[in-house]
């Protein structure tokens, strides 16, 4: 092979790696602005501070009310409570993975959590509406089993594998030297967990809880299925909501399109989409910001 | 190579003239049907059975909401209007100035069903009763002779048909209250009702079954008869519109959409009540 040869192929595969990089920054950028053109209209309507701020959400009637306040607070609530849930035990879980269990049971146990990421969400909805709904309704005398709580539940189960699994990487990877200092030092095993590994690992089990919780936020299938769908304010666990994307999936067959109510749907998408860059954006900052550089910054 | 392209262009000219080029005669025999999301899923359920019966005729439907489908009517935009309403006087006068003379076909019957869980003792409701319900003044079954438990509504979400419908016969042009829990489908209704022993919903008749249990209106039970005879106050007829009296493709295909062999059979599968 000649020189000039190797030279162009180079060059060639270059250019088409580059291609293959754009070409998703590209889509990533069409799918944006189709968004917002779909999107910003419905501001023609009412203002941006009656859209995010309206308590009602009657987008079909004579006149219609746009306001998705309950549906962001729904969003939010169940992203929070599915949190509450899903990070001590997807920490705790990573943790005994990584520092506790022999071999074998982490050979055993790792899988499984992976498994559970596996499940389509779908199938994740119908446990919840079928066997979970009235199990909780009956138990705990419920009005209805459709509410926060049981979505929250059912999200759980989703953010569960993400955050374990990429917690268990961060503290996987923390050095052994660390750990040998510190037992070397005399502290227990506990003590070497809490004191030296998991904050040498916070960087990554932050960024593994926002990855969580984004994933969370994003769910439609669940929250269709289970949360019940009444828009309004919660006021307890266990009230029925309508997260975001509960609302679009539902509505969306049925808009006119190009009507009043498309633009609001697709208006609603580009606030959840914004919820979503701002976790991913504060969960790329941690990971920077807290990064373990070599031993010696700790 | 310049006159390959004239020859190619001539030939083809000639050909779509003489009626020879394929695609020119598939055309002509595209039918067009537009409107009301509620008889979207008849129409094209009866489409599908009709183009296969007559596969020269191509049908395209869409939906958009019963106004838009007598809109369309009106400027010529649609060979059919599909319409959960009757056209309005305005349309009418509107079509007239246009020089259209729009003709109602009724294709079938919406009848729309409150259903409870069947462990609960209600027997009947009264419109009132319904409409208090569904705005979030009667929160206890008690208030309605039933047991001291406290009622869980049940809607579907407020752009569908079935909404639309509930919406103007038992809640009078009011709105659901919003802690109402919205449901996706008929289906999901039934679903949700026949789990919760407190909740009450709606669904169209042909989505009864056995695990949901149906209540009276005014005394008045919910069935095709009662539909057909115009005694069951929550149920509406479904409209066909044309611009003019209908000919050709489009008179046949109403006639296939009443035919009780074959349309009405198809509107029975899709849930509504067939007209005969």
């Known amino acids: 092979m000649t020189g000039a040869n190797r030279g162009s192929t180079e060059k060639i595969m270059r250019r088409f790696f580059f291609g293959v990089a754009t070409a998703s920054i590209a889509l990533l950028t069409m799918i944006m602005v189709f968004l917002f053109t779909e999107g910003m209209p419905i501001f023609e309507q009412v203002s941006v501070g009656d859209f995010i701020f309206g308590k009602y959400w009657y987008p079909t009637s004579d006149p219609p009310d746009f306001g998705i306040f309950a549906l962001i607070v729904a969003s939010l609530a169940v992203t929070g409570v599915s949190a509450a849930m899903a990070i001590p035990l997807g920490v705790m879980t990573a943790i005994y993975l990584a520092e506790l269990a022999s071999r074998r049971v982490a050979g055993i146990l790792k899988p499984a959590v992976e498994l559970l990421a596996a499940l389509p969400s779908v199938v994740i909805g119908f446990f919840g509406m079928v066997l979970v709904a009235p199990f909780l309704q009956r138990v705990f005398d419920m009005p209805t089993g459709l509410n926060l709580f049981n979505a929250s539940l059912m999200l759980a189960f989703m953010s569960i594998p993400t955050i374990c699994s990429i917690s268990e990487d961060a503290i996987y990877s923390v050095p052994n030297a660390l750990r040998e200092g510190s037992l070397a030092l005399g502290a227990t095993q506990w003590e070497t967990i809490i004191r030296v590994v998991l904050p040498a690992s916070i960087s990554g089990i932050a960024t593994a809880v926002i990855l969580g919780m984004s994933r969370a936020i994003g769910e439609t299938m669940v929250v269709l299925m289970v949360a019940g769908g009444a828009a309004m304010v919660p006021g307890s666990l266990f009230d029925p909501v309508r997260p975001m994307p509960a609302s679009i999936a539902a509505e969306m067959a049925e808009a006119p399109f190009r009507g009043d109510h498309y633009y609001a749907l697709f208006a609603t998408g580009i606030v959840l989409f914004l919820f979503t860059l701002f976790f991913n954006i504060v969960a790329d900052f941690i990971a920077h910001r807290y990064r373990q550089v070599g031993e010696a910054s700790l | ?276």
């Not at chain 2, 349309?91 to 259209?100: Q, S």
């Not at chain 2, 009763?129 to 869980?152: C, F, H, M, T």
């Open chain 2, 1 to 276: 190579m310049k006159i390959g392209i004239k020859t190619l262009v001539i030939a083809l000219t000639i050909a779509f003239m003489t009626g020879g080029f394929p695609a020119g005669a598939a055309a002509s025999e595209n039918l067009v049907i537009k409107g009301s999301t509620t008889v979207l899923p008849v129409a094209q359920k009866v489409a599908e059975a009709y183009m296969k019966e007559r596969p020269d005729v191509k049908i395209s439907i869409s939906g958009g909401g019963s106004g838009n489908g007598i809109k369309a009517i009106i400027d010529g935009a649609t060979d059919i209007g599909n319409s959960s309403r009757f056209i309005k006087g305005n349309e009418v006068k509107l079509a007239l100035e246009r020089g259209a003379y729009p003709v109602p076909f009724r294709v079938a019957y919406d009848c729309i069903v409150p259903v409870v869980h069947p462990s609960n003792t209600v027997e009947n409701l009264t419109i009132d009763q319904l409409k208090a319900i569904y705005e979030g003044k009667v929160r206890n079954w008690s208030e309605l002779g039933g047991p001291d438990k406290p009622v869980v509504v049940i809607s579907r979400d407020t752009s569908s048909g079935t909404y639309e419908v509930w919406e103007s016969k038992v809640l009078g042009g009011g709105r659901v209250y919003p802690g109402a829990l919205l449901q996706a489908s008929n289906g999901a209704v039934a679903q949700a009702v026949s789990k919760n022993d407190n909740a009450v919903g709606y669904i169209g008749l042909g989505y009864m079954s056995g695990d949901v249990k149906a209540v009276l209106v005014n005394g008045i039970k919910g069935s095709k008869e009662t539909t057909l005879n115009g005694q069951f106050p929550i149920s509406r007829p479904l409209f066909m519109f044309t611009r003019d009296w209908p000919e050709g493709k489009v008179v046949d295909f109403i006639n296939y959409m009443l035919h009780p062999e074959k349309g009405q059979k198809l509107v029975e599968e899709t849930g509504y009540v067939p007209l005969y």
